[in-house]
């Protein structure tokens, strides 16, 4: 949020029960829009930047709330310490059902999460210590150091209050090392693990997170209320709540206010005017909202908040601050791995073979790398390189065969942990998030370099430690050539240059052995130079470098040593001159049947920008037919 708009939000938040002209009624609507816009923050969390839709948040207001009305009237404990209790409850129980429920994906998880949301509102309006759907009522209201809050003009502030620091914090987290890997867990799952992300244990962060958020809220509810019954905490409030995230703005921060004033705001009023209009007492509120839903998924997806920051910037083209074009400030340099002296075997594959049932994509490949040296794996579509690439990463499981990086077998391994050994990567589709920056997404890469907690993160005590990862990532930028556009969004940059953006998120992770996945595809010329003096001086600094490439100029001119497969199978090793005439890798090339049997999906046609390379010879025929 722009920072005038912002201190014009707090400003009209402060005065606003302050004016004697509000009236009374429009002080509690904000009360009831702050405490949802604590749930819808989570969800904000949860379902519109982690991806992990969830239709149960009502139930971990109802724990809440539930808590401390009971510790505050069967016990007589303080409502503060029956926070305490009740952030522990939700904790404990949203840990449990968080491992047991995420592991499912696709509709299984919100079909999950409606079960068990309807299991602990039944429950709720079951117990008997609990009121069962009579509730519990009698509940003292809040008091900070003898000032009661009973009043809705008093139990206000602390409502936003606790709406605007949890929008800080969230923001913080966001923006932090953990807030990067939750905001690749909708997306890019896959290529976090492949750099040491533990994408399950982030999971069930975010989803303890935004509970805990609602457990805050449901908490002031029971004490401004003074009484919970079961009725609020049901499948159709849950629904509502995701409603609020969806129409506000369901990856914005302030997109949780906006919805949940939107819809409460709507639900108001319907109550007034449908009747008036249909002459019937019948409720129709829910076909409005029906109708709603449709048109925001219709002409507003990213909900409301984006159209009205856009409109900020129009009518305030100047209060706009455009972040400077410049590399964050200096930090000191993150620790590097020791590299293995000059000559060590660095990776050792021994008869690796993939079956994807009767097909053998990957037969019995054996090669060493060395330190300090550039392999080069080539062969015709579908040999099976990209395959060869995922079982020395952990992507995919070979079905015989080691590998093993310096002391370590890779092949019992998650693609997690052997980023961790030090492996780095790129992937033959790139695979970006292409809504953050370039700068970003590098520091991605870096994750395992430095430790930060999500509490440490949302209170921003991590300044020094992120300001670490960010000047590593723009180093590696600068090394690279994309320094210019550091605070560009990723999905804005042309296909070559992602590539290129690949490769320096993979060298922040501080690697000893890089694999590069086509590399080269859809660079010019000069960039594919440039590219190749980047390579060389890795190999001068001692790092070892395996490749798949199609442009054979740029395999022959760089690498030490090329392994040639074809159908799955090794054909020939050697060096590049000898690669050139071997004449079972001209067989393949020239009479081979060019069938794509690498067991990934093909992307679809990029038009390429690559200009021409001229070669001649046995290379020339090698580049024709890869």
């Known amino acids: 949020m722009n920072r005038i708009l912002l201190y014009i939000v707090i400003a009209v938040i402060a005065l606003l029960p302050l004016l004697p002209i509000t009236p009374a009624f429009w002080i509690t609507h904000l009360n009831y829009v702050g405490l949802a816009s604590l749930v819808v923050l989570g969800l904000v969390v949860l379902t519109g930047v982690s991806g992990l839709t969830s239709f149960g948040q009502a139930a971990f207001v109802g724990i809440g709330a539930y808590a401390t009305a009971w510790l505050t009237t069967a016990m007589d404990w303080s409502p503060w310490l029956a926070l305490i209790v009740a952030l522990a409850i939700t904790f404990a129980a949203a840990y449990i059902l968080g491992a047991l429920t995420l592991r499912l994906s696709g509709h299984y998880l919100p079909l999950g999460t409606i079960?068990?949301?309807l299991s602990l509102y039944y429950l709720f309006g079951n117990m008997a210590f609990l009121g069962q759907h009579d509730g519990i009522a009698g509940i003292q209201p809040l008091d900070i150091f003898g000032f009661s809050l009973a009043e809705g003009g008093r139990i206000y502030y602390l409502i936003w209050v606790c709406v605007l620091l949890?929008?800080?914090g969230t923001r913080n987290l966001l923006d932090s090392r953990p807030g990067r890997a939750i905001r690749a867990l909708k997306s890019g799952q896959g290529m976090a693990e492949s750099f040491g992300i533990d994408t399950a244990r982030y999971k069930v962060i975010v989803f303890v997170y935004a509970a805990l958020l609602a457990c805050l809220s449901g908490w002031i509810y029971a004490h401004m209320q003074r009484a919970v019954s079961p009725s609020p905490f049901g499948l159709n409030y849950g629904i509502e709540y995701l409603f609020m995230a969806v129409v506000g703005g369901a990856s914005s921060v302030w997109g949780a206010v906006v919805g949940a004033g939107l819809i409460l705001t709507l639900k108001d009023q319907l109550q007034n005017v449908l009747p008036a209009i249909f002459g019937s007492s019948s409720n129709f509120e829910l076909i409005v909202f029906g109708?709603?839903?449709v048109l925001v998924l219709q002409y507003a997806r990213d909900g409301v908040w984006p159209i009205l920051a856009r409109w900020w910037q129009i009518l305030t083209p100047g209060s706009t601050e455009v972040r400077r074009r410049e590399a964050p400030p200096q930090a000191p340099a993150l620790a590097q791995r020791p590299r293995p002296e000059a000559g060590t075997v660095v990776l050792e594959v021994e008869s690796i073979r993939k079956e994807f049932g009767g097909l053998v994509a990957v037969n019995d490949i054996s090669f060493r790398l060395r330190a300090g040296e550039i392999m080069g794996l080539i062969g015709p579509n579908g040999a099976g390189k990209s395959t060869t690439f995922n079982l020395i990463t952990g992507v995919l499981k070979a079905t015989s065969g080691r590998v093993r990086f310096l002391k370590d077998r890779l092949d019992v391994l998650p693609a997690r942990e052997i980023s961790r050994l030090g492996v780095g990567r790129t992937f033959q589709h790139v695979q970006l998030l292409?809504?953050?920056?370039?700068?970003?997404?590098?520091?991605?890469?870096?994750?395992?370099r430095r430790n930060v907690g999500v509490v440490s993160a949302a209170l921003h005590t991590d300044r020094s430690i992120e300001a670490e990862l960010l000047h590593e990532a723009a180093v590696q930028l600068e090394r690279v050539g994309l320094a210019d556009y550091m605070y560009e969004q990723a999905g804005n940059l042309a296909l070559g240059q992602q590539?290129?953006?690949?490769?320096?998120?993979?060298?922040?992770?501080?690697?000893?052995?890089?694999?590069?996945?086509?590399?080269?595809?859809?660079?010019?010329?000069?960039?594919?130079?440039?590219?190749?003096?980047?390579?060389?001086?890795?190999?001068q600094e001692g790092m070892s470098i395996l490749l798949v490439e199609h442009d054979m100029d740029f395999v022959m001119n760089l690498t030490d040593h090329i392994v040639v497969m074809d159908f799955g199978t090794k054909i020939a090793e050697g060096r590049p001159e000898e690669i050139q005439t071997h004449p079972a890798v001209l067989e393949a090339y020239l009479g081979g049947i060019d069938d794509d049997l690498d067991i990934e999906p093909a992307p679809a046609a990029q038009p390429s920008s690559a200009q021409p390379v001229t070669t001649s010879g046995p290379a020339a025929a090698v580049a024709e037919r890869g």
């Open 166 to 168: 949890g929008l800080w």
């Open 499 to 539: 590539r290129i953006l690949e490769i320096a998120r993979a060298l922040a992770s501080d690697p000893v052995l890089l694999l590069l996945d086509e590399p080269a595809a859809g660079l010019r010329y000069k960039e594919k130079q440039e590219l190749a003096a980047v390579l060389d001086q890795l190999r």
């Open 291 to 293: 109708v709603l839903m």
């Open 115 to 117: 079960a068990w949301g």
């Open 434 to 448: 292409p809504t953050m920056t370039v700068l970003e997404n590098v520091a991605l890469g870096a994750h395992l």
